[in-house]
């Protein structure tokens, strides 16, 4: 009796989840940009939304098999960055201006 509804619902969080962010990305580009992270906007702005949700993932606990979701989410970034020329220290910045700059809400670092 309650599949339906926390299916509809988690559907719904998952459609929404990148429309909500959708106003913070020139917040989090611009934060970049300050500290001197520039590189293609798509991309960035792509690893920002897996960044969050995996953070989103995480926020909800449960028992994770492997390795959290945060983790596995920074190594894909390290990644999808390095073929960007980002270094790794940069990759840090673009770890913390994502959860603090472009989706907040699932708790700044």
Not at 64 to 73: E, L, Q, R, T, Y
């Amino acid at each position: 009796m309650w599949k339906i509804p926390v299916v509809i619902t988690t559907a719904v969080v998952v459609v929404l989840a990148p429309i909500a962010n959708a106003d913070n990305g020139n917040d989090f580009i611009a934060a970049l940009a300050s500290q001197g992270v520039t590189g293609d906007r798509d991309v960035l702005i792509g690893v920002a939304d897996d960044l969050c949700n995996a953070a989103a993932q995480q926020n909800q606990g449960g028992i994770f098999i492997g390795m959290s979701p945060n983790i596995a989410a920074a190594m894909r970034t390290q990644a999808a960055l390095s073929g960007q020329g980002i270094s790794g220290d940069q990759v840090g910045t673009v770890i913390r201006a994502a959860r603090n700059n472009y989706c907040p809400q699932n708790g700044k670092v």
